[in-house]
């Protein structure tokens, strides 16, 4: 039972398929992020090794967290990045078999990184979901100047492209730092034209927003609603979102 | 004995009455609030759980939390959030009650999000006072709009009622950010003119300013003195706050 | 063995003499950071107990948390600061004999915060050579007006003779926030120019740049190579400047 429950309702159950919060971590202590996850796994449903931090990590250290969070009912995946590194070096086979070994059962195709043709991308996604992963794909360029490339109307053909696929959840880049990538100004505003028209193009639970600052955070419950999907979420941040999700912290209570 | 005794004054021991550290916990797991109070609890006096993130912990978790904390000489309080929250709902003998089974014995009182007037404030304070907790209030407004109305006089005004009602301290709201809230401009930066007229009408002991950047810290400690009491500190800078009141950190060496 | 081994290179082996990572510890609980160190301990070299820290630490702690570094094959030493208020307190011969009690193998020597005249810190530098410390020094001044009166010769002058008087490595002075300082902008980018002159006076491995941001981090591995040596890395950020130095993230994938 929750402390101060009838404040508060309660959480809904995992597996949950709205109101996902995907969480990054960068490379926590395997005691640190377990004593996290008890406080607070509950509200965590993908959690990301980001980009290449398992290559240098030891094999067990890795499969020993990938088996502590799945004991929360957390999906763990790895970074976009390094498949993206296993393309550009023709190691897809291997990439995906040292996944399985690792007992990651998800898998993040993205090109945020290198070039990857459409057709590519999409062979990708398909292999990897008949090879029984479930499929994340990302859609949005880490560098500022090929991001801007990039117009709305190409990122909402991806996306749809890349569901029909059998992309489980589409992510949309914002980095770590959430400024000048996709729908963020340099500021870390989002641009709200551009998420309007999105929005009206793409089913809202079909898209998982990276929205690593809390104005992000309070922007997109405030505007799509608590069950919204967020990502990149700072380990650190994970009790917040959810008290925010809640109404629960100033700049949500009374509004959600 | 501390090491490098030779080049620093002893602390002073707990329970101090002023140079008060608030420390802000946003959702610490057990074990790791556990290592850092093991080596930082001597310079923490009152530990929030920032706004409703209790709500949304295991009864359990939080109690077992309490009562660490507490084995630290440090006062465990709940984020003035969740008071209103129970305000608005009409719940607040539930929530003194649910407090104190959990182990709190300090309350914070503030009206940071939600609308309560002096009156009904000053009656909560006295309430919770009558129940036996120790009180903290807090005077100023999450929302910059809203803040922006309550002019340094109105903050004043209310400090003394407060005071005066049974709070052992005047929290002045900063936020997490330290920014555009109180006596911070958008920078985060002090209005010097404004400090000191609230320094010039109120008992500087009676204070908790909230100044959770460190050039805020600086700048309290080289104006009011190490012994000002400070808040919404957070976990990772309790140890770098003391070295500042001390004059172990480049800041304030050979200045305090 | 390391995960995803086929998609990058091992790392070199410890003791290293090029591409050091010097991580800064601003006062981690013990555990925290031992469960740290399990998962990038690799990848650390010289961990600094940042400024005066260890004086508001229990000799027993502060001893402890030494044998753990040491035990990963890390050199623990002492803040700067911390050596500044030995000699200006005129306790040097105490604070050489306590960091020896405490275990500490490497000390550092620096002017950042008090005047030393220059003589006077290349005696201290040959004094802890000559007692069996490994020695760093650190050119810079933590105060912005005062940094800003030393101009790039004068900089490169005492690096030389530092180095000469027995120095390991010199560090260039950024602080915690690597703004304003030394070779960094007001907003934290380097000074281009003033890097290609050092360089071209100064051998590159002679040199521990701080860089605590992520954009430095990516610029002096970029320019210098991954074998740069770069200091005052968040303890959080040891595993994602180890995938910059490999190749494994977004800003430099393909290009080192």
Same mark, same amino acid.
Request: proline fraction near 2%.
């Given at each position: 039972?929750?402390?101060?429950?009838?404040?508060?309702?309660?959480?809904? /159950? /995992?597996?949950?398929t709205n109101g996902l919060?995907m969480?990054?971590?960068?490379?926590?202590?395997?005691?640190?992020?377990?004593?996290?996850?008890?406080? $607070?796994?509950?509200?965590?449903?993908?959690?990301?090794?980001?980009?290449?931090?398992?290559?240098?990590?030891?094999?067990?250290?890795?499969?020993?967290?990938?088996?502590?969070?799945?004991?929360?009912?957390?999906?763990?995946?790895?970074?976009?990045? =390094?498949?993206?590194?296993?393309?550009?070096?023709?190691?897809?086979?291997?990439?995906?078999?040292?996944? $399985?070994?690792?007992?990651?059962?998800?898998?993040?195709?993205?090109?945020?990184?290198?070039?990857?043709?459409?057709?590519?991308?999409?062979?990708?996604i398909? /292999?990897? $979901?008949?090879?029984?992963?479930n499929v994340l794909s990302e859609v949005?360029?880490?560098? =500022?100047?090929?991001?801007?490339?990039?117009?709305?109307?190409?990122r909402i053909d991806l996306i749809k492209r890349e569901k029909e696929a059998g992309s489980e959840k589409i992510i949309l880049?914002?980095?770590?730092?959430?400024? $000048?990538?996709?729908?963020?100004?340099?500021?870390?505003?989002?641009?709200?034209?551009?998420?309007?028209?999105i929005l009206k193009n793409i089913k809202k639970n079909d898209i998982i927003w990276?929205?690593?600052?809390?104005?992000?955070?309070?922007?997109?419950?405030?505007?799509i609603?608590?069950d919204v999907n967020l990502g990149?979420?700072?380990?650190?941040?994970?009790?917040? =979102?959810?008290?925010?999700? /809640?109404?629960?912290?100033?700049?949500?209570?009374?509004?959600?």
């Amino acid at each position: 039972m929750k402390s101060f429950n009838f404040l508060s309702e309660d959480s809904t /159950k /995992k597996p949950r398929t709205n109101g996902l919060t995907m969480v990054l971590d960068k490379g926590l202590g395997y005691e640190t992020a377990e004593s996290l996850m008890k406080i $607070s796994g509950d509200y965590v449903d993908y959690l990301k090794f980001g980009w290449g931090t398992t290559a240098i990590q030891e094999f067990d250290v890795v499969r020993e967290k990938v088996e502590m969070y799945k004991s929360f009912d957390i999906k763990p995946y790895v970074g976009g990045t =390094l498949f993206e590194i296993a393309f550009m070096k023709s190691k897809l086979d291997e990439f995906f078999k040292e996944a $399985s070994l690792l007992g990651f059962e998800t898998i993040e195709i993205s090109d945020g990184t290198i070039n990857i043709s459409e057709d590519e991308k999409i062979n990708c996604i398909k /292999k990897a $979901s008949n090879l029984g992963f479930n499929v994340l794909s990302e859609v949005g360029k880490k560098d =500022l100047v090929e991001d801007s490339k990039l117009d709305i109307d190409s990122r909402i053909d991806l996306i749809k492209r890349e569901k029909e696929a059998g992309s489980e959840k589409i992510i949309l880049e914002a980095r770590e730092s959430g400024k $000048s990538i996709g729908i963020f100004d340099d500021s870390g505003n989002p641009k709200e034209n551009e998420v309007d028209y999105i929005l009206k193009n793409i089913k809202k639970n079909d898209i998982i927003w990276e929205a690593p600052n809390k104005n992000q955070q309070v922007y997109f419950i405030l505007k799509i609603g608590s069950d919204v999907n967020l990502g990149n979420i700072s380990s650190e941040d994970i009790i917040s =979102l959810e008290t925010l999700r /809640k109404g629960l912290r100033g700049d949500t209570v009374g509004k959600v």
